[in-house]
């Protein structure tokens, strides 16, 4: 595996290897996903795209499924 | 724009790749759709050329790979089938983009997904799925001395574990629900199938060190921001675990939302097939999980005998009848060893959360006679994951049974769903 790279979740810089997962980064960051109906903190469930627990903003786009989606270099992802 | 292929089929985890395989090299056009990012389903999951050797399973998927690239299979990565715009096509959308797809045969392959049931502090950071979390492991999660509890029920807690300890994760301990008279009669009838017992016994060996208590299941989950111990329970005692995380996962169920838009019938849960895994939809086979839970052996039987009969090899189909009812055997026999207990229904309280998108209590769901009035009422089921994970619990507490799938399947964009199908035009039924 590569030296990897540095992404952001919600403004913290996080090192990732090469092929990590958003919905990964984020909980290495201790950063919750969404936020609930309520206003709950919530964070990864199923790991395999079927649970929408894991939805964040990636790069301005609201609502993403980060278990789903592999890091890039420089990705601002966000609570949401 | 529309495209057509002989056979198509949803879902690159084994099922679907054997399918594909065999239908194409059996001189079929055959197009692969799967919404992950990359082939391989769960199972396979995070299995690189460079890697694979490493996890168990490994040169199966490398060897299942080969055969479907040298077949020529389109494979569509990413896609997400939303909607049957007509007979015989399938529509799909990637990153916004929609599609209609046509098919001649159709092989569903969609897998299985845990059962989750609600109980108080399950909605915290740090609670996931068992696969879950091996999911997110897979995926680059550092569990490096990670404190884990395993709990719910079924094989892959076993197997999760094992592959946790492996990368220095430490399991606290493992809870299955399921009493030990179950799953020693099920170890007894295990021994016509060696396989699965080496497995079972390699789980056990390199998970020595954590305690597996069987009937024994998880209370309430405690922590300020995530996570932080976990109460477990044998009915009598109750004991306070310190964790950094609960993987938590009640067996498995199916994918059933594409079979039952497509009107295949559903017998107990699982889609009901012939010997050559038909459905009562006409050209439409369903395979693996679909129709029973019996891991990657018994998706890569049913996958090739899908794919020869979408090919019109019947010999070659029936030639593996033998094994399949084996395996399907096997499955049965799972769901029986790991029958939920009826304790797991009392643990969500007036206050606990059940619908996790729409945060439904479950006393808001209590007084509802079944899913419609729910749905109505409290909006349960009607968030983005469209009662994936609600749904198998409220079946199992309050025995309401789901009702049919409507599209979109999946969340999609406006577009996608506004596109008009250019299917009936190109349709020649």
Redesign the interface.
Known sequence: MSEGFSITVNGKRVRVAEGTSVAAAMMMANEPCRLSAQGEARGALCGMGICMECGATVNGVAHQRTCQLICTPEMAVATG | MSTSFDVVVVGAGPGGMAAAAVAAEAGRRVCVLD???APGG?IW??S?AETARKYPHGREFLNWRARFEHGGCALWQGWQVIDRPAPGFLRVECDGEGRDIGFGKLILATGA??R?LPFPGW???????A???????K????PQGKRVVLAGSGLLLLAVAAGLQSVGARIVGIYEQAPLSRLAGFGLTLLGQLGKLAEGARYRLKTRHAAYRTNSWVVQAEGR??VEQVTVTDGHKQSKLDCDWLACGFHLVP?LELPRLLGCRIVKGYVAVDRLQQSSAPGVACVGELTGIGGLEKALVEGQIAGWAAAGREAEARALTPKRQRLQRFALRMDRAFALRPELRTLARAET?VC????VAQSALEGCAGWREARLHTRCGM???QG??CGAAAEFLFGWESSGTRPPVF?ATVSTLAAEADAPQTARR
């Open positions: 919404g992950n990012a769960q999951r995070g690189r997904r845990e989750f909605t915290l950071p740090g609670v996931m799925g696969g879950g979390l091996q999911a997110l492991v995926g680059g999660l550092d921001d995530r994918n959360v996790r998108c729409e945060d968030g983005a994951c994936r994970v969340p």
